[in-house]
Nanobody
Framework: QVQLVESGGGLVQPGGSLRLSCAVSGFNLKNFPMRWYRQAPGKERELVAA????????SYADSVKGRFTISRDNAKSAVYLQMNSLKPEDTAVYYC?????WGQGTQVTVSS
């Protein structure tokens, strides 16, 4: 059974940081690129960051470039999203995605 389980979300003040984790089980993580998406209320889901199977290459949405960092640890079957300098507009549910699978999401709220 394939599972992607996100954690690390929460409430943070503007300018703060959070690190999201995605624990993957049931498929061989190293064979797949992985992605983080987010969906804010009333908006479409958008791609935030992506990383290749080896972790060598990454890409980011313009809105998070320079503030967010995606990484992975294939040995631990985990993917991470380090989020710095958070802004209120980063408030959303963040989802981990790989192959055809999605996690359940973790809420990130940036507010003073």
């Amino acid at each position: 059974q394939v599972q992607l389980v996100e954690s690390g979300g929460g409430l943070v003040q503007p300018g703060g940081s959070l690190r999201l984790s995605c624990a993957v089980s049931g498929f061989n993580l190293k064979n797949f690129p992985m992605r983080w998406y987010r969906q804010a209320p009333g908006k479409e889901r958008e791609l935030v960051a992506a990383i290749t199977g080896t972790g060598i290459s990454t890409s980011y949405a313009d809105s998070v470039k320079g503030r967010f960092t995606i990484s992975r640890d294939n040995a631990k079957s985990a993917v991470y999203l380090q989020m710095n300098s958070l802004k209120p507009e980063d408030t959303a549910v963040y989802y981990c995605q790989g192959s055809t699978y999605w996690g359940q999401g973790t809420q990130v709220t940036v507010s003073s």
